[in-house]
Structure formats: structure tokens, C-alpha cells
């Protein structure tokens, strides 16, 4: 009799979870995260396609109901910024941590926290990682231009970190494909 084998679907990681999680988990989203960032270089950036994503962002965080912050920058210019229904004033706070994260490293804050977890611990464990100026959790990401580099950073808050950041990944799938 021949036995079949049965292949169970490993677990995503989850960056907000307190336990021990499988390496292979972590490297995987690392390598998920990588992959986003080398995929969604745009053409240009400007003010108006900062207001585009900002709209586009509205729209899918009031169709789903999501309690979010929206928040898009260049530098410490303020290019768009909303607080829709049951955000709080602590995810300004948030935006503004994982945005210098993402500016400070040119790589999404989630992907920044992530790479401070190989090997174990978290950067946060780390002395010289100052929380109070950052904060590697995920919802922000950067805007790149092609041949130019990293241009803004679009931040969300409000949500579990992962659901943050996936928010803003298909915000600039979505804006991505229709600046084509």
C-alpha cells in the first residue's frame, strides 16, 4: 500500500506575534518584501501623483471601513495627509516613526524590522536603535522613481503592521498600473 504525502501549507509569519516562528517563515516574507520593492519603480512622482495615491488609498480603507491614517511625504514635506473615521491621534505618532525608518533606510519599515530579526531578537532590542525617532513596524513604504531612487515614503497606520503595510503594497499596485 502506498502512503501519500501530506504537504501542509507552512505559516506566513506574522511580525505582531510574540512566539517562535520558523526561520524559513521570516525569509520568505523578507524575500516577498524584496521582491515589491524591486517591483513597483515608478516612471515620475509628483505632487499631483500624491494626491492621486493619497485618493486611492481613501478609497480602499473607507470601502473596507479601516480605522487608518494615510500619510505621504517627501522628506519632512507633508504631500498628503488624512485621519479617516476611528484613526487616533497615536497614528500620527506612527506614521511618523515608520516614515523616518523608511527614509532613513530607503526600504519598507516592515522589511527594516523584519532584517533585524535574522539571527533572533528584534532591532528594537538594539541600544542604539532610537524608538522615539523610529519605529520598524510595517505601513511604510518608498516611493521609488526609476534611474532617480527613493522619492517619498507612503505610510498607513491604524492596522495590524503587515495589514499596514499590504494596504499601501496594493495602493501602489493599483496607482502603478494606471500611471502607465
Not at 34 to 61: C, R
Not at 97 to 113: D, F, H, I, N, Q
Not at 121 to 150: C, M
Amino acid at each position: 500500500m502506498m502512503h501519500e504525502t501530506i504537504r501542509v501549507p507552512e505559516a506566513d509569519f506574522d511580525p505582531d506575534s510574540p512566539d517562535e516562528q520558523p526561520v524559513a517563515a521570516l525569509q520568505s516574507l523578507i524575500q516577498r518584501l524584496e521582491y515589491e520593492v524591486d517591483a513597483l519603480h515608478l516612471n515620475s512622482f509628483s505632487q499631483a501623483d500624491a494626491l492621486a495615491l493619497g485618493l486611492l488609498l481613501i478609497e480602499l480603507a473607507t470601502q473596507r471601513n479601516l480605522p487608518v491614517a494615510i500619510d505621504i511625504r517627501r522628506n519632512s514635506h507633508i504631500l498628503f495627509h488624512v485621519s479617516l473615521p476611528g484613526a487616533t491621534p497615536d497614528n500620527d505618532i506612527w506614521i511618523q516613526r515608520k516614515s523616518s525608518t523608511t527614509e532613513r533606510y530607503a526600504e519598507p519599515s516592515l522589511l527594516v524590522g523584519l532584517k533585524g530579526r535574522l539571527g533572533g531578537g528584534r532591532l528594537e532590542d538594539n541600544g542604539w536603535f532610537d524608538q522615539t525617532r523610529f519605529a520598524s513596524h510595517g505601513g511604510a513604504f518608498p516611493i521609488y522613481v526609476k534611474d532617480t531612487g527613493h522619492v517619498a515614503t507612503a505610510t498607513v497606520s491604524g492596522l495590524p503592521q503587515k495589514a499596514d503595510h499590504d494596504l499601501v503594497v496594493e495602493a501602489l499596485t493599483t496607482f502603478r498600473g494606471l500611471s502607465r
